[in-house]
């Protein structure tokens, strides 16, 4: 089956850096999405990574490595809008995205 | 750029009655809609794909009958909840893609639907 694992719940302190891990099985890969969703909101996107390697946007990095199937999305500087869940997601080979349940981010002053 | 509007944002309506939902790219031409629920705390649920022109694809366990999803046009889709019940109400999120089924996916900013 497909699967997509990330943690539950993250507790960070405000101003540090946080490293939210995502591992998957999927039936082939097409690429793996970050989003980031605020409590009753929708999501919204945050990167895309297809490739091995890690991918710089600002104060978020998101990293990539296919044979391990694993990624994490890294958070620098930590705010208190950066509260949130943080959707993990990999399109599998029929280009259909696979959900993480998501990592519930609780940043502290 | 990628912008995807939701209309309403928040609906109430006594059980019985039939809800539309509309969605909408408003910078690009989404060739492929989705349409996801999400329950309290729990991950979105894909509930249908839809390509516009053609007939949409439900996920298992989704009444296409009760789920009415129309994408006529490059920038709407359309979800129709008919003869809604209490168990309906959640969180009704809409996304779009252009191009590529690579491309990215953008949502909408989701519609509050409380039935009574």
């Known amino acids: 089956g497909q699967n997509i694992d990330q943690p539950t719940e993250m507790t960070a302190t405000e101003g540090a850096i946080v490293q939210i891990n995502c591992t998957y099985q999927?039936?082939?890969?097409?690429?793996l999405f970050w989003y980031q969703q605020h409590a009753g909101e929708a999501p919204t996107f945050l990167s895309y990574?297809?490739l091995d390697g890690l991918e710089e946007k600002g104060r978020f990095s998101s990293f990539l490595s296919r044979s391990k199937g694993y990624s994490y999305l890294l958070l620098k500087e930590l705010q208190m809008k950066d509260s949130a869940s943080y959707l993990c997601?990999?399109?599998?080979?029929?280009?259909?995205?696979?959900w993480g349940a998501g990592t519930k981010l609780i940043i502290k002053p | 750029g990628a912008v995807v509007s939701q209309h309403p944002s928040w609906v109430i309506c006594k059980s019985g009655t039939s809800v539309k939902i509309e969605c909408r790219s408003l910078d690009f031409q989404a060739t492929t809609m989705f349409w996801y629920r999400q329950f309290p705390k729990q991950s979105l649920m894909l509930m249908a794909t839809?390509?516009?022109?053609?007939?949409?694809?439900?996920e298992q366990g989704v009444e296409k009958d009760k789920f009415l999803i129309n994408h006529a046009s490059l920038t709407l889709s359309t979800l129709t909840v008919t003869s809604a019940h209490p168990e309906d109400s959640s969180f009704y999120i809409c996304?779009?893609?252009?191009?590529?089924?690579?491309?990215?996916?953008?949502f909408g900013p989701g519609t509050r639907l409380l039935v009574l």
């Open positions: 999927t039936s082939g890969f097409n690429g």
């Open positions: 990574n297809v």
């Open positions: 839809s390509n516009e022109g053609s007939k949409a694809t439900y």
């Open positions: 996304s779009a893609r252009s191009g590529g089924i690579q491309e990215t996916q953008y």
């Open positions: 997601a990999v399109m599998d080979s029929n280009y259909q995205l696979i």
